[in-house]
Nanobody, 128 residues
C-alpha cells in the first residue's frame, strides 16, 4: 500500500527527492521516513502530520531535509539536500491511520512501532 521511489547514487553535497505513494484506500494521517545503514538499526528521519502539515525531524536532518505531502495524491516526499556519506542507507516510508493530537504526534513520531504500514525501501548511496 506504500510505494517508495526516488533513491539513487549521488555525490556528496548533492540532492535527491524521495516519494512515497499510498494506495489501496489507505487513509494517511501521519507519514514518516526512516533509514537503515548497513549493520545498523533502522532510524527515524522525518515525519509529517497529514492534516496541518506539522513536521518533525531528527537532528541530523534539520536544515537539510524537508518532508512534505500532496493530499490530493496521497503522496509524501522527502527532499534531501547537502547529502553526505553518512546519509547512505535504505530509506523506508511508513504511515499510520488515526489522527493524533500534537502532543502524541511529537512523542510518537520517531517510534517505528507506531506505524501501521511500511513501504519497501529505496536505496540512497552518497559517494564520490
Amino acid at each position: 500500500q506504500l510505494q517508495a521511489s526516488g533513491g539513487g547514487l549521488v555525490q556528496p553535497g548533492g540532492s535527491l527527492r524521495l516519494s512515497c505513494a499510498a494506495s489501496g484506500g489507505f487513509k494517511t494521517d501521519v507519514m514518516a521516513w526512516f533509514r537503515q545503514a548497513p549493520g545498523k538499526e533502522r532510524e527515524f528521519v522525518a515525519a509529517i502530520r497529514w492534516s496541518g502539515g506539522n513536521t518533525y525531524y531528527t537532528d541530523s536532518a534539520k536544515g537539510r531535509f524537508t518532508i512534505s505531502r500532496v493530499n490530493a495524491k496521497n503522496t509524501g516526499y522527502l527532499q534531501m539536500n547537502s547529502l553526505n556519506p553518512e546519509d547512505t542507507g535504505v530509506y523506508y516510508c511508513a504511515a499510520r491511520t488515526g489522527y493524533p493530537i500534537l502532543s502524541v504526534y511529537y512523542s510518537s513520531a520517531s517510534n517505528r512501532d507506531w506505524y501501521d504500514s511500511w513501504g519497501h525501501g529505496t536505496q540512497v548511496t552518497v559517494s564520490s
